[in-house]
């Protein structure tokens, strides 16, 4: 009797071509692949060689449809895009370049057979193009879920849930804020650009469409039709209360290893040196994302090397990024180590107390290490400072204010998490606890969600029909 080979279903993981997307996707990938996935990643080449290292497939796709308008107008500058667009060439350019990459979508997917794509929320306009090859297409959110709910504030606050009128107050004017920075991004695109925007040509190629724009989000533009998974623990977010339905959860953290050999000599003998003197260790990175705010990084860089010659008992470690040149850093006393980058997970459970950006990656590595955290959102446009609020509501660390803690604020609130930091492991661990237990009710629903939608995978003439007239 002749045993039937079984295929696993492929899965297509879309990321932005960001560090914090491909590591959050990455983490969800090796789950899917517990589950008997094949998963296969779309990605630009700079991160090409740590997805393959993880294991997995790549296929090198340019990941955008079209060149962001910011992009083009720092490029080309606002007149030149006004001026095309007046001429009349703007649209067609735009069409004519987004056949182009349908066809080079086409051409890296076919052979696949596809059950499914997990698509970058931050990409959430490039479903209407999986929509046209026949894919079905769940949205995958790095960042903490955009979306309103009733006394919550929008993310990019460090406010909290609101418990009285003049909170509620306060919540609403936050969203006011939003609302009136969108309308206002909204309205200068709309003069410059007129139906030659970005959104509005790719509805225009992919119509007809039963998708639609979800644009009352606190950032970017969303997909009202299909359900997007938040790369984080439910027990982490304000608003999970009120995102039931299509609004799923991976809260799976990810894997920080005490022992975890530190590849890097120098880090390895600054670790070495610390411990052997007694001294308390500190780790501070303020993301990979960097390139817009050196000047405020080179500003808090300076202030914690500053404070360091206070703080003897203390060895700090700084993780600058690849953008930052050290040589506009103060002279390092002893107790100060600068590296540009370092292997973040490895070193987490070695530490004492880690300075951070409010970053959802960072804040995820630092429970999974069980380690106390101080918060200093960097960008105020993302969820940093909502990221930071959460930690403060929570118990699991405290934050400050990047722009306008003087050293002396930041060394005292340094001190305070030294000094109670078994209250905030303890207030981890038992958040962890929490987490877990929530964790697998939301993975059932997540691992029946992506069951049920590889299901809808098109028929082989409904395909062949796709590829005949694309």
């Known amino acids: 009797m002749n045993s039937v080979k ?14 914090g997307h491909v590591q959050a996707f990455l983490n969800l ?16 080449p700079d991160y090409s060689a740590l997805v393959g290292s993880k294991g997995y497939r790549v296929i090198l796709v340019n990941p955008f449809l079209l060149i962001p308008e910011r992009s083009e107008i720092e490029a080309n ?24 990459r349908r066809l080079e979508y086409v051409a890296a997917t076919h052979t696949l057979s596809p059950s499914l794509v997990l698509l970058d929320d931050h990409f959430a306009l490039k479903a209407y193009l999986y929509e046209r090859m026949c894919l079905p297409t769940v949205l995958v959110s790095t960042m903490t879920l955009p979306h309103r ?24 004017a ?58 984080y623990p439910k027990s982490f ?20 290893l005490l022992g975890q050999p530190l590849e890097d000599r120098r880090l390895h003998r600054v670790i070495d040196l610390a411990k052997s003197s007694g001294k308390k260790l500190i780790f501070c990175s303020l993301g990979t994302v960097t390139v817009t705010d050196l000047t405020i990084c080179e500003r808090f860089f300076n202030k914690v090397i500053r404070l360091a010659s206070h703080m003897q008992d203390v060895f700090f470690v700084l993780s600058v990024g690849a953008y930052l040149d050290v040589r506009r850093l103060c002279k390092t006393p002893s107790n100060v180590a600068v590296f540009p980058s370092v292997a973040q997970k490895a070193l987490l459970p070695q530490v004492d107390l880690m300075i951070h950006h409010g970053g959802i990656n960072s804040i995820k590595e630092c429970i999974a290490a ?17 990221c930071a609020a959460r930690l403060v509501y929570l118990g699991l660390g405290q934050m400050g204010n990047i722009r306008k803690d ?49 299901l809808l995978y098109p028929t082989t003439q409904t395909k062949s029909h796709y590829y005949e007239t694309v």
């Not at 990938?29 to 630009?44: C, I, N, R, S």
């Not at 799923?248 to 953290?253: A, E, I, N, T, V």
């Open 6 to 19: 079984s295929v696993s279903p492929v899965v297509l993981m879309d990321p932005f071509p960001a560090m």
């Open 29 to 44: 990938a090796d789950w899917m692949k517990e589950l008997g996935y094949e998963v296969v990643f779309l990605t630009a």
């Open 77 to 100: 500058g606002w007149i030149s895009l006004l001026a095309e667009r007046l001429s009349g060439r703007r649209k067609p350019r735009l069409m004519e370049e987004m056949r182009t």
């Open 149 to 172: 709910a009733p006394g919550i504030p929008p993310f990019q606050s460090v406010r909290f849930p609101a418990r009285s009128v003049f909170c509620r107050l306060l919540v609403r």
């Open 174 to 231: 936050s969203w006011f804020r939003i609302d009136l920075t969108s309308w206002y991004n909204g309205l200068w695109k709309r003069l410059l650009l007129g139906n030659s925007r970005y959104q509005e040509v790719i509805r225009a190629k992919y119509r007809p469409s039963k998708l639609s724009l979800d644009t009352s989000r606190c950032f970017g533009i969303g997909i009202n039709e299909l359900p997007i998974i938040a790369t």
């Open 237 to 256: 977010d304000f608003a999970a209360p009120f995102h039931q339905g299509e609004k799923y959860y991976f809260g799976k953290l990810p894997e920080v």
């Open 370 to 386: 069980g380690l106390p955290m101080l918060a200093y959102p960097l960008s105020l446009k993302w969820d940093q400072p909502g």
């Open 406 to 454: 003087s050293g002396v604020v930041i060394q005292q609130k340094i001190r305070h998490m030294l000094d109670h930091a078994t209250s905030y492991r303890e207030a981890i661990r038992a958040f962890r606890h929490t987490m877990g237990t929530v964790n697998e009710l939301e993975h059932k629903r997540l691992a029946d969600l992506l069951a049920e939608t590889k």
